[in-house]
């Protein structure tokens, strides 16, 4: 079977379907990561928490709980990356056995195709998960420079290089929290993709959904109006 066989083996539907996917996945993590100005996502909300907590490091004696939220942070990393590379080697398995999944797909869309098709279905959603997975693992490993530097932040609070340390660390943990959040959107995605399987059509639907679900949680959830908002006495003041 040659390339142009291979490639004639999808609709035009399932090209746009595909394109559609991507196009939201980048997009929306470039959005996340690039916010409109006056339209800080949660993400950047966080970052600037971020550094504040380095800051309170700084005079906080003993630093036993910044210590502990560290090590909570590289668990978290360690988990999704272990379930990531458990989901990629079922669908690995998935594709040597493609018999029994296009039955199982062919009730659902009602159509047939060749084992081909199913296989690139799966492919996709491996290509995710396999972006998650590394996305996960450089996380941890961030977390652990981040936890590096945080040891390396003079006790002393008039250290001259207490704040420019406190800082770094600051910088490497929001580098850490950026792709384990990457990671996570390609999880996302990756569940997304899944509904390919049923046709082209279910394919657009999901990755809208996923796309929809992901701009309201860092651009229009309480979370995000409870980060925007200032502790005053009797309640939260939205901060203008």
Excluded at 66 to 91: E, P
Excluded at 173 to 180: G, H, L, V
Excluded at 198 to 219: K, Q, S
């Amino acid at each position: 079977m040659t390339w142009i066989d291979r490639a004639l083996a999808f609709a035009p539907m399932d090209y746009l379907a595909v394109a559609v996917l991507l196009a939201g996945w980048l997009w929306i993590g470039w959005r996340i990561e690039n916010p409109a100005p006056g339209k800080p996502s949660v993400s950047a909300l966080m970052a600037d928490f971020r550094r504040d907590w380095m800051r309170q490091m700084v005079t906080r004696q003993p630093r036993v709980f910044d210590a502990q939220l560290i090590s909570i942070m590289r668990q978290g990393t360690s988990f999704f990356a272990s379930t990531a590379v458990i989901a990629v080697g079922g669908g690995l398995a998935l594709i040597g056995n493609t018999d029994r999944l296009s039955d199982i797909a062919q009730d659902l869309a009602l159509t047939s195709a060749p084992a081909l098709v199913w296989e690139v279905k799966i492919l996709i959603v491996l290509l995710f998960l396999s972006n998650a997975f590394l996305k996960f693992v450089w996380a941890n490993r961030l977390f652990g420079y981040c936890a590096v530097l945080m040891a390396a932040v003079p006790n002393e609070p008039e250290d001259a290089r207490c704040l420019p340390r406190a800082a770094q660390a600051a910088e490497i943990c929001i580098t850490a929290a950026r792709s384990f959040n990457k990671g996570l959107r390609s999880t996302y995605f990756a569940l997304a993709s899944v509904a390919w399987l049923v046709g082209p059509l279910a394919l657009i639907g999901a990755g809208g959904l996923t796309f929809a679900v992901l701009y309201r949680r860092e651009f229009a959830s309480h979370s995000r109006t409870v980060l925007l908002s200032l502790p005053a006495e009797g309640g939260l003041d939205t901060a203008s």
